[in-house]
T-cell receptor, first 113, second 113 residues
C-alpha cells in the first residue's frame, strides 16, 4: 500500500470552529490532492498541490484552504466549519510521471454539529 | 470541465456471474481511464487502468475496454465472488494537467453467494 496517513481519522466539532486535517506521505510524490465524498456525488476535488508551496483550487474549494510547506505534508483547513462540510475527506498522492494513478489514504470522517 | 456518468448505480449479481459497469465521459482530451474499488471504511483502490492508445486491458478476472470514438469505457468482472462486493468508480482525467481526475457517482456491486 502507498504510504499515506491521514489524521485524525474521525473528528466531531461545532459550527464556527477551525479544523485542520493532515495528510502525510512517505513516497516523496510530487502531487497531492484533497477530495470530499458525499452520498450521490462520488469524490469531488477540493484542492491539489503540484509541489511545495504550489497549490490550486479544485471543483469545490469554497470554505477550504490548503498549505504544503514540505513534500510529505498537505494540510486542509476549514477556517470556520459549517454543517455542509460534514463529509468524508480523502487525501491522494501521485508521482510526477504522466498518466500514473492516484493512491488514496483511508479518509477522515468529519462531523460538524 | 469533464462530465462523467456511470451506470448502473447499483448492480446485483449471483456469484459466478459477470458484471459490467459503463462510464461515459464528455472531454475528448481524456487520455487516462482508471477504475477504483472502494470497500467500506476504506479509501478508493486502483484495480485497473487503461491509456488512450489501447482498446482493452485484462488482469485476471478484471478487464477494461475503451471506445474513444463514443467516449465511454467499461469495467468487466468475470466469475464474480462475494469479495467483489464494493463500490466502483470510474475517473477519467479529462486531459488535464497535474493528474486531476473527475469521478463518476459510483456503482454499488453486490455479489450474492
Amino acid at each position: 500500500d502507498a504510504g499515506i496517513t491521514q489524521s485524525p481519522r474521525h473528528k466531531v466539532t461545532e459550527t464556527g470552529t477551525p479544523v485542520t486535517l493532515r495528510c502525510h506521505q512517505t513516497e516523496n510524490h510530487r502531487y497531492m490532492y484533497w477530495y470530499r465524498q458525499d452520498p450521490g456525488h462520488g469524490l469531488r476535488l477540493i484542492h491539489y498541490s503540484y509541489g511545495v508551496k504550489d497549490t490550486d483550487k479544485g471543483e469545490v474549494s469554497d470554505g477550504y484552504s490548503v498549505s504544503r510547506s514540505k513534500t510529505e505534508d498537505f494540510l486542509l483547513t476549514l477556517e470556520s466549519a459549517t454543517s455542509s462540510q460534514t463529509s468524508v475527506y480523502f487525501c491522494a498522492i501521485k508521482d510526477s510521471r504522466s498518466n500514473q494513478p492516484q493512491h488514496f489514504g483511508d479518509g477522515t470522517r468529519l462531523s460538524i454539529l | 470541465g469533464e462530465n462523467v456518468e456511470q451506470h448502473p448505480s447499483t448492480l446485483s449479481v449471483q456469484e459466478g456471474d459477470s458484471a459490467v459497469i459503463k462510464c461515459t465521459y464528455s472531454d475528448s482530451a481524456s487520455n487516462y481511464f482508471p477504475w477504483y474499488k472502494q470497500e467500506l471504511g476504506k479509501g478508493p483502490q486502483l484495480i485497473i487502468d487503461i491509456r488512450s492508445n489501447v482498446g482493452e486491458k485484462k488482469d485476471q478476472r478484471i478487464a477494461v475496454t475503451l471506445n474513444k470514438t463514443a467516449k465511454h469505457f467499461s469495467l468487466h468482472i468475470t466469475e464474480t465472488q462475494p469479495e467483489d462486493s464494493a463500490v466502483y468508480f470510474c475517473a477519467p482525467n479529462g486531459g488535464t494537467s497535474y493528474g486531476k481526475l473527475t469521478f463518476g457517482q459510483g456503482t454499488i456491486l453486490t455479489v450474492h453467494p
